[in-house]
């Protein structure tokens, strides 16, 4: 049997085989601190919960959903301006999707021709390259690196190269390097785009998770964002609804009736159980909210103390659910990093090299232990002498 040449453009995933080492050392008996993946282990709040269980009681939510409910629409712009200020946000202006990975590939494909040129972070959500690489086009890299705080800096991308790009991703708070848009920033993005004639998709996963000062915004809260681009509004990490795949594409509404056409032909939509439950985070309280931010904020401070005083540089992380650290002891290799980490201390983090040739010489830290449990994996890896 011969499969298709696309399967080739994928290696194998990371986050599998360290999850395999991790079962290989619960096994043995060892005390394993698993730091590696995003998923966040706060529960997910009740009146999310109810609203699920409600919605599945009535009969007429199992059938087709061919359609976002209008409420569900509604909801989003609504969203839009209660949280983040931007007015203006209209239905045709939004699409619910199984998730901003499984959305992207759509945008993506929306927008890019085989053989075009698309603009993707490195180091980056790996997400970001596998979108563009199904929808045929080529990624040119754009580093997020030190010199910059981590931050896109447009003025090193060559003319020529911009001038063929058809997208540019960008994602800020950025996963996974810790870093936190600006308006400078997010201003020569949009005068960039405009001046190239490049679409921008704007992933927004982590505006709930910035720290230090106020919350996190919107790309479609400045000025001639929404003439150049989308944004992904993901309620995964903010209501702890990972497993429910709710995001949606929100903007310029021919970028959005294309990912709907295009999105149409292999799938009927979000169930409409799904889509109530999101009407429920969008028009529900955001306490929970900030009090996660803060709790996250308490994790951060507790893991970026621990390796300082252990002799690390202080690591990168004013938001997202992610601890960029640079490797101690001038070390440079990630992956073989990663792996005595584990092998001596029982922590698990992910190899900045697999995020893009930029991570190396990195390693992730994710969020997902209470402040307790981070001391003693700082302990860990102090008793390991790393
Ligand atoms: C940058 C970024 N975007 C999107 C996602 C996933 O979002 P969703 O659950 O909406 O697919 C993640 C998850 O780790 C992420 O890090």
Not at 36 to 43: K, L, N, W, Y
Not at 77 to 86: A, E, F, L, N
Not at 183 to 197: G, L, N, Q, R
Request: charged share 25%.
């Amino acid at each position: 049997m011969q499969l298709s040449k696309r399967l080739d453009l994928f290696g194998d995933e990371v986050f599998a085989y360290f999850n395999q080492k991790r079962r290989e050392l619960e096994s043995e008996g060892r005390r394993v601190f698993d730091l590696s993946v995003g998923t966040p282990d706060f529960a997910t709040p009740d009146y999310i919960k109810r609203a699920l269980v409600d919605s599945a009681a009535d009969d007429a939510n199992w059938k087709y959903s061919l359609h976002d409910k209008d409420e569900l629409l509604q909801a989003v712009c609504d969203y839009y301006q209660r949280r983040y200020g931007v007015l203006g946000i209209t239905p045709g202006m939004v699409m619910s999707c199984a998730g901003t990975q499984e959305g992207m590939q759509y945008v993506c494909a929306a927008i890019a021709d085989p053989g075009d040129v698309a603009l993707i972070p490195d180091p980056c959500y790996p997400v970001f390259r596998a979108s563009t690489l199904l929808a045929g086009a080529t990624p040119h890299y754009y580093p997020l690196t030190e010199d910059h705080y981590f931050l896109p800096h447009v003025a090193d991308i060559p003319d020529d190269v911009a001038d063929r790009a058809k997208y540019m991703i960008v994602s800020l708070p950025a996963n996974p390097v810790g870093s936190v848009g600006t308006p400078k920033v997010y201003s020569e993005i949009i005068a960039f785009a405009k001046a190239h004639d490049i679409v921008v998709i704007h992933d927004n996963a982590y505006s709930d998770v910035v720290f230090d000062g106020p919350r996190g915004g919107s790309f479609l809260d400045y000025p001639g964002a929404l003439d150049v681009g989308v944004e992904f509004l993901s309620l995964s990490k903010s209501f702890d609804v990972t497993g429910v795949r709710l995001s949606f594409v929100v903007g310029h509404p021919d970028i959005v009736a294309a990912t709907r056409k295009l999105r149409g032909q292999v799938d009927f939509g979000k169930f409409f159980v799904e889509q109530d439950v999101a009407i429920a985070c969008l028009t529900g309280s955001l306490d929970g909210v900030e009090r996660q931010r803060l709790a996250y904020q308490e994790r951060r401070d507790a893991l970026c103390d621990g390796l300082e005083a252990l002799g690390w540089q202080r690591p990168n992380c004013h938001g997202t659910l992610f601890v960029w650290a640079k490797l101690p002891h001038g070390r440079r290799d990630s992956a073989a990093f990663a792996m005595e980490l584990m092998e001596k201390s029982g922590v698990i983090v992910t190899p900045g090299v697999s995020f893009g040739p930029h991570g190396e010489g990195y390693v992730r830290f994710a969020l997902v232990m209470d402040v307790e449990r981070i001391r003693e994996a700082v302990a860990a890896i102090g008793e390991a002498g790393l």
